[in-house]
């Protein structure tokens, strides 16, 4: 009887500490309580609504990337709904899923528990919009025309640099500037000993065409800093790319072949396909659809634009080794993988995306076999996918602070990444060691690039300096600069 006594009161004892345990579950998410806005204009979607849901929903619910098949991209989607049926019923808050959904009334939560929540405002809003009866936009939104001039003096930071693919050369920007370093090999007589090889200064690339507003000569690459740029593989062509313009230069001359203009905003990314038969630009406006555009290499000429691939600001691209796979990356947290046209006349497909990095996404690329992509990301993680499962590999830590770049060596599965931590890394993506560091930095490394066969490393710094790096052994061979900006030598005194 005694046994049966306890028994009874250890179920009991479970059954209320389960009960507790639920309980405690459902008030972890209690319900968002709206509040009395006290407003004396009516709700206006474009200036009240949308920046809710640019800033809190657009992530998994535009472009490609459409949870629960609903896509708020627009007024008219927004009402729509997706696959849960109508979102919103004008009029009535408590019939509409976007608020009661938002407020955290019924599940499922969206945002979901793992991203920030709408707060009491935000809630209000929305409740009060519909009760207005959902009302489309009145207003809309024009762009304040941004007209580019040349940064102060001081703005030198090096935000994209480019090994060439035999590795005798580093392409370097510098604010607008854009400047190249070459390798000599000095005789063994010269140096009483074995022949060497030292990097320096040897030229710098302007466009003469290039004026400022006020109808100056630029005297530089572009008006605005250097965002991006890559050689093509056969080392004869140059690619930058800057405040809503890329330009093609042709490296034995020194001269622009093609400025490409009409971009939305910086082009942050720049690649080309491993056959150079194309290339590919990433950015886009911040908070607006990322901008994703595919080239001809050889004549310039648009081959396709990836529309609303992502729904914030392209930081990196990278074409599969095959070609047929575009890799890109953003500020929307995603990678994502798409599959490009075989003629200009047809879209590109998107095929799959990858979630794991929880900050800004700067950076990715392919493993030579097409079985891994590797990406960096501001939440200071390097990640490995696999590609075919769709799947995160592992997490590769090191980097204290974000991981700004993330380039392939050649045909192998190590790549180099760079830092605001001021450290430059090579990691091998099939174990996820760290293969070497490169030290030296003295500032945020916004930049790195490598040899075609890793000979030569190379990291561009917020302190205006290219570091070039002997990729086999981390040895610093040079800390470069301009000759206009090196130190002065003080003279002997007399």
């Not at 140096?191 to 400022?212: I, V």
């Not at 950076?363 to 097409?370: E, K, N, S």
């Not at 174990?431 to 066969?453: I, M, P, Q, W």
């Amino acid at each position: 009887m005694r046994r049966f006594v306890a028994l009874a009161l250890a179920l009991l004892v479970a059954s209320s500490y389960a009960q507790e345990k639920k309980d405690d579950k459902k008030d972890e998410y209690p319900p968002i309580p709206t509040i009395d806005l006290k407003r004396k204009t009516p709700i206006e979607y474009g200036a009240d609504i949308q920046p809710i849901f640019e800033k809190k929903c657009l992530v998994c619910h535009s472009g490609t990337e459409l949870r629960g098949k609903y896509d708020m991209s627009t007024h008219a989607k927004v009402l729509k709904g997706g696959k849960r049926g109508t979102a919103v019923v004008a009029g009535k808050p408590a019939e509409s899923n976007l608020f009661v959904f938002c407020s955290r009334q019924k599940q499922p939560m969206m945002p979901p528990k793992t991203d920030e929540p709408l707060n009491s405002q935000e809630v209000s809003l929305i409740k009060l919009w519909i009760e207005e009866g959902a009302k489309a936009p009145t207003t809309v939104k024009i762009k304040d025309r941004v007209i580019p001039n040349l940064p102060p003096a001081l703005v030198r930071p090096v935000r994209a640099v480019a090994v060439s693919p035999d590795g005798k050369a580093v392409a370097a920007s510098r604010g607008n500037q854009l400047h190249i370093f070459e390798v000599k090999t000095i005789p063994a007589e010269k140096k009483g000993g074995k022949d060497t090889q030292e990097w320096s200064y040897a030229k710098s690339f302007f466009d003469p065409q290039l004026k400022t507003p006020d109808g100056k000569a630029a005297k530089a690459a572009h008006i605005s800093l250097v965002e991006a740029m890559a050689f093509s593989p056969d080392g004869k062509t140059l690619i930058t790319g800057s405040f809503q313009e890329v330009t093609i230069w042709d490296v034995a001359k020194g001269e622009p072949k093609q400025r490409i203009a009409g971009f939305a905003d910086k082009v942050c990314a720049i690649a080309f396909s491993v056959d150079g038969k194309k290339f590919v630009t990433g950015g886009g406006s911040p908070t607006e659809d990322g901008e994703i555009k595919v080239y001809d290499a050889d004549t310039g000429k648009l081959f396709t634009t990836i529309l609303a691939g992502h729904s914030d600001t392209v930081f990196g691209a990278a074409f599969s080794p095959d070609g047929k796979l575009l890799a890109t990356c953003g500020a929307d947290k995603f990678v994502k993988v798409f599959e490009l046209p075989a003629d200009a006349t047809k879209p590109a497909k998107f095929v799959k995306s990858f979630e794991g990095h929880t900050h800004h996404v700067m950076g990715v690329g392919w493993t030579p076999d097409g079985k891994k992509i590797a990406s960096c990301g501001a939440d200071n993680f390097v990640k490995v996918w696999d590609y075919e499962k769709g799947e995160k590999l592992r997490d590769m830590q090191g980097h204290q602070k974000q991981v700004t770049s993330l380039i392939f060596v050649g045909k192998t599965a190590q790549f180099v990444t760079g830092s605001g931590d001021a450290s430059v890394r090579m990691w091998n993506a099939d174990n996820g060691g760290n293969v070497r560091s490169f030290t030296g930095a003295a500032d945020f490394v916004y930049a790195v690039s490598a040899s075609t066969d890793g000979a030569v490393v190379a990291s561009g710094c917020e302190d205006g300096v290219v570091r070039v790096y002997n990729g086999t052994s981390g040895t610093l061979l040079k800390a470069a600069l301009p000759p206009d900006a090196e130190p002065k030598k003080e003279e002997p005194k007399k």
